[in-house]
Each structure stands twice: as structure tokens, then as C-alpha cells.
């Protein structure tokens, strides 16, 4: 798979967050985190990890704050 495929993939999870149970979509990030670790992408790993554990203490601002910035950032890897 290109890398152009990858990070196309990263945002078409990054976008399917927005429905799912709580594990479902906790699940989705670390699953972006994972490709980003494997991109060499560690800084944006682990605002994947941030988003997550947003996520489970319940904080959706920054949940939301933290997948928009992934997608941005993602976004500029093309």
C-alpha cells in the first residue's frame, strides 16, 4: 500500500469516529495511532493517544479538538 493509500485510509477512519459506541470509536483512534507509529508520524501518534484518553475520561470537546487536529495534520502528509 502507497503512502498516499495509507494516509487516505487514516482519514476515512479518522471520519468514521463520528458514529459507534464509545469502544468502537476508541478503537478506530488507536487503530490511527498504530498506522501513524508505523508512518514514523510519533508526534501525531501520540495526540492520537491524547484524543483517546480524552475520550474515556468523558472530555468530548477535547476528543473532537484532538481528531481535528489529526485530520489536519494528516491531511498535509499527502
Given at each position: 500500500m502507497t503512502?498516499?493509500?495509507h494516509i487516505e485510509q487514516l482519514l476515512a477512519t479518522l471520519?468514521?469516529?463520528?458514529?459507534?459506541?464509545l469502544d468502537s470509536i476508541a478503537?478506530?483512534?488507536?487503530q490511527v495511532q498504530d498506522h501513524l507509529?508505523?508512518?514514523d508520524q510519533?508526534?501525531?501518534?501520540a495526540a492520537?493517544?491524547?484524543a483517546v484518553?480524552?475520550?474515556r475520561r468523558g472530555d468530548v470537546a477535547?476528543?473532537?479538538r484532538g481528531r481535528a487536529f489529526l485530520q489536519s495534520k494528516i491531511g498535509h502528509l499527502r
Amino acid at each position: 500500500m502507497t503512502a498516499t493509500a495509507h494516509i487516505e485510509q487514516l482519514l476515512a477512519t479518522l471520519n468514521a469516529t463520528d458514529v459507534g459506541s464509545l469502544d468502537s470509536i476508541a478503537d478506530k483512534m488507536l487503530q490511527v495511532q498504530d498506522h501513524l507509529a508505523a508512518l514514523d508520524q510519533a508526534e501525531l501518534a501520540a495526540a492520537a493517544e491524547a484524543a483517546v484518553l480524552a475520550l474515556r475520561r468523558g472530555d468530548v470537546a477535547e476528543f473532537k479538538r484532538g481528531r481535528a487536529f489529526l485530520q489536519s495534520k494528516i491531511g498535509h502528509l499527502r
